[in-house]
């Protein structure tokens, strides 16, 4: 073998490992891609399956001590318009117990609304609230968590079975627009940025049926 076509082997065989490297590193990109967009979906989709399911265990009470000394435990279900997004505050049963001999029920307060990601400056993010124990102040106190990164929009709407009108704000207080009762469906909305190049945002929807459409009133049930 003359050094001539030791060069001309030397070469091909430096192209054929170029193309074959080139093939296996687009491959893993694509599979890095593919991996990550899957997480994503994954997680948005858990978290609109845990707000629709927390959604249909909402409740709201009557029950108020009358010496207002003692009214420690009020409950609600406020749903309004907040900035480029929906807000919403109420009490659930959809508390579980973590640590034995906790001082819990299965009674918590929830929040759901967007905030202002902590990493990327004007970035939002789906945010929740819980509080282990329902106070005198059901929409304030409890832990944050960040449920999904990179939100555009969530709009939350009411179904009222009174009116049979979709309405974008609940206030279930007792002087409040649809006092002492709660919407039959909550339609859930969120718009996130685009896992796919080709798309800009992406937009996921889902429904919450609530069972528990009057007030709790265990001594006279009369709506």
């Known amino acids: 073998m003359t050094l001539i076509e030791a060069m001309v082997a030397v070469t091909i065989l430096g192209i054929v490992t170029t193309v074959v490297y080139g093939g296996f590193s687009q491959t893993m990109r694509n599979k890095r891609r593919i991996e990550d967009q899957s997480d994503r979906a994954h997680v948005i989709r858990v978290a609109m399956e845990r707000i629709a399911r927390e959604l249909s265990m909402a409740f709201v009470s009557i029950h108020v001590n009358p010496n207002p000394q003692l009214q420690s435990i009020l409950t609600c279900f406020h749903g309004y318009r907040e900035g480029r997004g929906s807000r919403v505050d109420f009490t659930s049963f959809s508390h579980q117990r973590l640590y ?124």
């Open 100 to 223: 034995r001999d906790a001082h819990e029920s299965d009674q918590n307060e929830l929040s759901y609304f967007l905030a202002q990601d902590p990493e990327h400056p004007g970035g939002r993010v789906l945010a929740r609230r819980e509080q282990r124990r329902i106070d005198a102040e059901p929409e304030r106190g409890g832990q944050v968590t960040i449920l999904v990164e990179g939100v555009r929009q969530f709009e939350l709407e009411y179904l009222d079975p009174v009116t049979t009108d979709w309405v974008d704000s609940w206030d279930a207080a007792p002087n409040g627009t649809q006092a002492n009762r709660l919407p039959t469906q909550v339609r859930i909305r969120l718009e996130v940025e685009g896992t796919i190049e080709a798309r800009r945002t992406e937009v996921y929807a889902t429904r919450a049926t609530i069972p528990t459409s009057w007030a709790l009133n265990h001594a006279v049930y009369n709506p």
